[in-house]
């Protein structure tokens, strides 16, 4: 079985090419894989399937290295996008996830994606009852917003002062989320220009999240803190994010890392 390392910002994917068949990517295969002493290591395994909307170029499945899936990832689509385009020649395409279908454009150095417009009432996130998603009442009043899975947007005075092992799995796993949730904490350097950490679900700690720095513009944004276009500083470096009204675009930089092919004794357990 082949597999292509990428990564969006230093948030990493094994992308695994079903388009043409093979076996059965199952939740225990994601959890070998996703050990980064045992298996190959990532913050999401992505997919690759024969797109059932006759307009896509692809659909993806994304998940995480606990083995659950997520219906989105930003840098994920990003990444694969940026294979499509390689194979292609083209610098526009479609692709189908569960979350819907997203657009994808290359901008000079930069894939750009639509993730979406973003899910802004309490069933949407979803959250386990009504309440204003805008200040959940919840220690820190956090802001939460669906971007085809659940974020929980901390606004802290300092984000790098948080401890994300700590806290990032005592809100993933609050009763408040039925689907657990995505937790960034994050500060506001000027009105163009966000700090973010984030916490994913899954139980790990990513250099970057596509699907939470959307999150996390439409969040500010909301609040008054920033404008709808916004830089947002994750530990992997800056993503471009840009609220239309169409969507959220998310823009940055992907990178293939290497490629290999997994021993049939990992892929077969």
């Not at 069933?123 to 899975?149: F, H, K, W």
Request: overall charge negative; glycine content about 12%.
């Amino acid at each position: 079985m082949q597999f292509i390392k990428m990564h969006g910002a230093e948030n990493d994917f094994v992308l695994l090419d079903r388009r043409s068949g093979g076996p059965e990517v199952t939740p225990g295969l994601a959890r070998t894989l996703g050990d980064r002493r045992s298996g190959v290591g990532f913050d999401q395994l992505i997919v690759l399937r024969p797109a059932q909307d006759a307009d896509a170029a692809v659909r993806l499945d994304f998940l995480n290295a606990d083995g659950s899936a997520a219906a989105a990832c930003g840098n994920g689509t990003r990444c694969a996008a940026h294979l499509i385009f390689e194979e292609t020649r083209r610098d526009r395409i479609t692709i189908e996830t569960a979350s819907g279908r997203l657009d994808c454009q290359r901008a000079g150095a930069a894939i750009r994606v639509n993730m979406g417009p973003p899910r802004l009432t309490w069933d949407g996130v979803p959250l386990a009852y009504p309440v204003d998603i805008d200040a959940l009442p919840l220690d820190g009043t956090p802001a939460a917003v669906g971007m085809g899975n659940p974020h929980c947007v901390f606004f802290v005075d300092d984000a790098e002062a948080v401890d994300l092992a700590k806290e990032g799995p005592l809100w993933e796993t609050h009763p408040l989320f039925p689907e657990r949730t995505n937790v960034e904490f994050v500060h506001i350097i000027d009105r163009g220009h966000i700090r973010m950490r984030v916490w994913e679900r899954g139980g790990m700690i990513t250099r970057a999240c596509g699907s939470g720095a959307c999150a996390v513009a439409v969040a500010a944004a909301r609040r008054g803190l920033t404008g709808r276009e916004v830089t947002i500083r994750a530990d992997g470096g800056p993503l471009e994010l840009h609220w239309a009204d169409e969507g959220v675009w998310l823009s940055g930089p992907t990178a293939r890392v290497f490629e290999g092919v997994l021993d049939r004794e990992v892929w077969g357990q």
